[in-house]
């Protein structure tokens, strides 16, 4: 009896430490970044002004997969008040290394201005660098434009613009792996459009991670025009917010 009351007691002392377990990887896991899950969704409302359009407004859908540790892959769509619409699709290999991540990123990005009947097609490939609080990249790309009331045949028809350089520096006050952060950065590309080297978009952002699995997301983005000159202006401005879901 002593035998059978000592092997209850050691099980009975036991148990809760193998149930505990997943307890504790559960806690450990309300502090992961979001990119850390398998999938995720991102939807966001926009007011922007631009001196071309003015006042109009978007909403955004962007989806972020992380296909395994050396592979990840987003889809973006804009639809825009200003009957402009976006999609774009971009792949990042990723090189794993003692300190941060060395990842190759190819982006394919088409815009339909059906208020101007015109398309613009946009693809690029970059190096880039990302640690917890500053992430690099360095590129190229290039742009082909066409009119759709235009002869395709024609030579006409279309606007290529072959090289251009792509860059980006993004500096957060936080580690990614953070409940929230806050982040500047300065490129001439986000997640829909590509813009000429002297035409640089800054960007200031927040975000915050109310659980597991939803995040909120605030962000702003001024493009000046004339930047290399005294007399440089505002051309467009961009007010986001939304919410991600993580599956």
């Known amino acids: 009896m002593k035998t059978k009351h000592f092997l209850l007691l050691s099980f009975l002392l036991f148990t809760p430490s193998l149930f505990g377990a997943p307890a504790s990887n559960a806690q450990q896991a309300d502090h992961l970044p979001l990119t850390t899950a398998p999938y995720s969704l991102e939807v966001s409302a ?11 407004a978007n909403i955004n859908l962007r989806a972020f997969m ?15 008040s200003a009957n402009v619409y976006t999609g774009a699709l971009l792949v990042r290999p990723k090189f794993p290394l003692p300190v941060g991540d060395l990842f190759l990123e190819t982006d394919i990005f088409y815009t339909a201005f059906a208020r101007n009947s015109a398309n613009d097609f946009c693809a690029a490939v970059a190096l880039g660098y990302r640690m917890d609080y500053v992430s690099v990249r360095i590129g190229m790309f290039g742009r082909v434009m066409n ?18 350089l792509l860059y980006e520096l993004k500096l957060g006050c936080r580690p990614s792996d953070c409940p929230w952060n806050i982040w500047v950065a300065a490129s001439n590309i986000d ?38 000159h005294l007399n440089a202006t505002l051309y467009s401005a961009y007010l986001r917010a939304g919410f991600a879901y993580r599956f």
Request: proline share 6%; glycine share 4%; charged share 25%.
């Open 191 to 228: 997640d829909f459009q590509m813009e000429r080297m002297w035409q640089p978009i800054f960007r200031l952002g927040a975000r915050y991670d109310i659980d597991p699995h939803w995040r909120t997301i605030l962000e702003g983005e001024i493009k000046p025009t004339g930047m290399f």
């Open 46 to 56: 926009e007011y922007a002004y631009n001196r071309t359009y003015a006042h109009f």
């Open 147 to 164: 009119d759709w009331q235009t002869d395709y045949h024609s030579e006409a028809a279309y606007v290529c613009e072959p090289f251009n």
């Open 66 to 80: 992380p296909i395994n540790t050396h592979f990840e892959m987003q889809a973006n769509i804009r639809l825009s």
